[in-house]
C-alpha cells in the first residue's frame, strides 16, 4: 500500500518493506563537515534504496576541468562557491537522486532554500575527534592546509552547526561501523517520511 503526503513525499507504509522500498519524490541531500562520512553514507544509502548518487565536490571538478585544490589556489574560495550553487541548482532541478554537498555548501542561503524547496536535507553531525581523525586520511582538504586542524575544524563547527540545525533530519555519527551509521541515516529517513504522513493525515 502507497500513500502521498502534500509535499509529494512517498513512502510504503508496511515497516517490513520500507527499508528496501522506500519511495521519496524530493533529492535526499547530505549536508555535514568535511569528515562527517557524507559520501559513504550517501553512496551507501543510494545503494540500499536504488537511487543514483552524486558528490557534488566531482560534479564540480568535472565542470571547472581542474581539481577542488587548485580552484581554491587559481581562482579563490568565491569562485568555488559560485560554481557550487550553480551545481547544487542544477542537481536539484534534476531527477530525484541522493547528493552529498561540501561543508561550506549549506551555509549559502539560497542553497538552504532551494533544498527546502526540492529536497530532504540529512546532517551528518559528528564531534571534534572523530572529524579530526577522519580527515586526516586525506591531505587535499584546502581549508586545513594553513594551520592546526582540530582548530580550524572547531571554529568551523561553532560557525556552521547552528545552521546545519536546520536540516530536516539530523543524524549523530561516532566512531561506529559504517554500516550502523546507514542504518541510523535510513532509519531517521524512514521516521521522517511517517511524520509526514502523519502530518497530511492531521490536516
Not at 522506500?22 to 545503494?47: E, F, P, Q, W, Y
Not at 542561503?109 to 575527534?129: F, P, Q, T
Request: charged content about 30%; proline content about 2%; overall charge negative.
Amino acid at each position: 500500500m502507497t500513500l502521498q503526503n502534500t509535499d509529494g513525499i512517498i513512502a510504503m507504509v508496511d515497516r517490513a518493506t520500507q527499508q528496501k522500498g522506500l519511495r521519496i519524490s524530493k533529492t535526499i541531500v547530505i549536508i555535514g563537515l568535511m569528515g562527517a562520512g557524507k559520501s559513504r553514507i550517501g553512496r551507501d544509502l543510494a545503494t540500499k534504496f536504488g537511487f543514483s548518487f552524486v558528490d557534488t565536490d566531482d560534479e564540480i571538478v568535472r565542470a571547472a576541468g581542474c581539481s577542488i585544490p587548485d580552484i581554491f589556489e587559481l581562482y579563490g574560495e568565491k569562485a568555488f562557491r559560485d560554481l557550487e550553487e550553480r551545481v547544487i541548482s542544477r542537481l536539484l532541478s534534476s531527477e530525484v537522486q541522493i547528493i552529498a554537498t561540501g561543508g561550506g555548501a549549506f551555509m549559502n542561503a539560497k542553497i538552504r532554500e532551494e533544498i527546502r524547496e526540492h529536497g530532504v536535507s540529512i546532517w551528518l553531525k559528528a564531534g571534534l575527534n572523530v572529524l579530526v581523525e577522519r580527515t586526516s586520511r586525506r591531505k587535499s582538504r584546502p581549508l586545513l592546509k594553513h594551520g592546526d586542524p582540530a582548530t580550524i575544524l572547531q571554529a568551523l563547527m561553532n560557525e556552521r552547526y547552528p545552521v546545519y540545525g536546520e536540516a530536516d533530519i539530523v543524524v549523530d555519527t561516532r566512531d561506529i561501523p559504517v554500516d550502523d551509521t546507514l542504518n541510523a541515516t535510513a532509519d531517521a529517513l524512514a521516521a521522517y517520511i511517517d511524520k509526514q504522513l502523519e502530518l497530511k493525515y492531521d490536516e
